[in-house]
């Protein structure tokens, strides 16, 4: 029994996480909705672009669009923020006079998020029927204003919940941002945890931390799950005038004895 | 007299190849204004590419091609596209938009109509083609034949001199068929130049002035439809039309 309560004691320290949580919502909280959130939108962006480059007729276009995302993905997350934070953070410091490295870890998240989210909006946009672009061609938009229209929302709306699924991963990669040692007014949920860890020699910030985590992760989780199956069923109820009566019961018929 | 603005369409000596492979060699079609043009024969031929041709969305290697006896290489695609309303087997029509906005956002982006007056115009067109109630709805609550006379509304909305149509009667259930086919007579029977890619020997044979025999990438045959179904002058259209008919 004494090892359970020891446990207990390790990871459930009332008292501690009742202190440190303050600074988690004062601090952490915001901080690590920052990263994600201007990262989110710097990586939406950027791997828009990317998309566009990609599926773009100039070879040069989608030769660095490919580039590009091959390194970003196939890097560790961590490697690759502390190689821009460390390489770039003296040349910001330089032209900018700004010396924090935070910048450089929203920089970095970015640049990583948007080689995913490229890949994501790639894909969406090229399931889409290539009727589509020859209608909106034969009306008489040129292909930019065809994409821009036609092709893209609609590959757009078909990718959503893979794209807040990444932005769900980006909620939690922006923990390692702590690896680049920002200030103290810088840290983010995990940092704070983890400082107070080692101050209190106790594990129980880290379960802070985590119900902090899990309580924006699970929600959007749902959130995308809701997307997802309104994006379904809102196709099927429009649909549905037109599903012949044993169609629609083959679900329950064939099916069910098959 | 023509209800319509249009205008006659020549291609002369068209060639385009994909690599090796020579989808067509050599094509002449003639349409004069206010007539309708069918072309017919098996698949592969080269028939959609043809149209396709026609309205640059694919440039032709050789050849050329005239609008109202222009050539309209040297123009810009884009506003040659909208000189020539096209309409496809699997109606192409947008799913994220209204019925009424497939028509009208067009009017509004190309012709620059205020947005009221797009709409007002695109119920007009939808009015035509008697589907006027379903403005509000997506394309996808539609049956596959109220869906291609959407995409007709829609292309006759950006006023062409000419109408392409290619197969727009293949994707439909049978008992569909006849109400599209209806619709594209009215339009042959009011004066648009049309040319019809199509498997609907009747249509071509009742509503066209020419029909055009494509095989393997070139004419093979030529004519009014009388000469060309009554009295077919080379093996392979003979063949053919026993294979069809």
Known sequence: MDYLTNLGETFFDWKIIGDVLPSMFAVGLPNTLVLAISSGIIGTMLGMLLALMGISRNPVARWIARGYTDIFRGLPAILTILAISLGFGPVLREFTGITSPYPMGVAALSLISSAYIGEIFRSGIQSVDKGQLEAARALGFGYGPSMRMVVVPQGVRRVLPALMNQFIALIKDSSLVFTIGVTSRERELFQIGQDTAANTGNLSPYVAAAIFYLALTIPLTHLVNWIDARLRTGRAQDRAEKIEPDEAAAVVGKGAHG | ?245
């Open chain 2, 1 to 245: 007299m023509s209800q319509f603005s249009s205008g006659s369409l020549e291609a002369k000596g068209i060639h385009l190849a994909f690599g090796s492979n020579r989808v067509l060699r050599g094509i002449d079609l003639n349409v004069p204004a206010g007539t309708t043009a069918s072309v017919i024969g098996p698949s592969g031929s080269g028939k959609s590419t043809l149209l396709r041709v026609m309205n640059r969305l694919i440039e032709p290697d050789a050849g050329d091609i005239l609008l109202d006896g222009t050539s309209v290489l040297k123009e810009n695609p884009d506003i040659l596209r909208r000189r020539i309303g096209m309409v496809f087997q699997q109606f192409n029509l947008f799913p994220h938009k209204s019925v009424g906005e497939n028509i009208a956002f067009a009017l509004r982006k190309l012709r620059k109509l205020p947005k009221d007056q797009a709409r007002a115009e695109a119920l007009e067109q939808l009015d035509l083609v008697g589907l006027r109630h379903k403005a509000d709805v997506r394309p996808s609550t539609l049956s596959g034949g109220q869906q291609q006379r959407v995409a007709i509304a829609r292309a006759l909305a950006m006023k062409p001199e000419v109408m392409f149509f290619d197969e727009a009667t293949s994707a439909l259930d049978p008992e569909l068929v006849k109400g599209v086919l209806a619709l594209m007579t009215d339009l042959a029977q009011g004066g648009m130049t049309m040319v019809v890619v199509t498997h609907e020997m009747g249509f071509s044979r009742n509503v066209s002035d020419t029909v055009t025999f494509m095989d393997a990438g070139v004419v093979v045959e030529s004519g009014p439809p009388g000469q060309i179904f009554d009295a077919p002058q080379t093996d392979r259209l003979q063949r053919f039309l026993s294979d069809v008919l």
